[in-house]
């Protein structure tokens, strides 16, 4: 795939006890980004937060929280990353959607040469 050098950023803000269809809802976020060839996508587990509902999740020892914040991030163009968004919004029943434009230095793969 080839990127343009002006992309955007997607990032999900979601509890890791989210789930959807029987799975973590991270993975199954990221499953459908790849059946949907979107350029990548990365999962990133916090070690504190809060959202919308104003509970701090912590990975502090004393108030060691199952339910850390998870960020997936998504990279591709404007038109692919609000469709996808569009496709998965139903999955998510609690969290937070971000979106801003990136500048894509370089997209490349040892794999595609």
Known sequence: ???TEEGCLLRIFIGEKDRYEHRP????????ARQQGLAGATVLRGMM?????????????LRLSEDLPIIVELVDTEENL???LA????????????YEK?????YRSRSSS
């Open 102 to 106: 990136a500048n894509i230095l370089f």
């Open 87 to 98: 496709s998965i919004d139903h999955a998510i029943s609690d969290g937070l959607a971000t």
């Open 82 to 84: 609000k469709a996808f």
């Open 1 to 3: 795939m080839k990127l």
């Open 49 to 61: 937060g809060f959202g919308a509902s104003s509970r701090i999740k912590s990975s502090r020892i």
């Open 25 to 32: 809802l991270y993975e199954w976020i990221v499953a459908q």
